[in-house]
């Protein structure tokens, strides 16, 4: 499940302007603290680094 919300989560980071809490609270995570942890753990980079690498 959290591989759609990734996935996901990806797709909107690199074709969007969302902050990043706004994607956060799209693929189900309320807290964008904790968003951003498993995001790192999953990715390897915060959010919005992944969104400048894109």
């Known amino acids: ?3 759609k ?3 996901k989560a990806m797709k ?8 990043v809490n706004e994607i956060a609270e799209k693929v189900g995570y309320l807290n964008q603290s904790y968003f951003n942890s498993i995001f790192k ?4 980079v915060y ?8």
């Open 12 to 19: 909107l980071l690199t074709g969007t302007a969302l902050e």
């Open 47 to 54: 959010p919005t680094r992944y969104r400048l690498q894109a």
């Open 5 to 7: 919300r990734f996935e």
């Open 41 to 44: 753990k999953i990715t390897g």
């Open 1 to 3: 499940m959290n591989t």
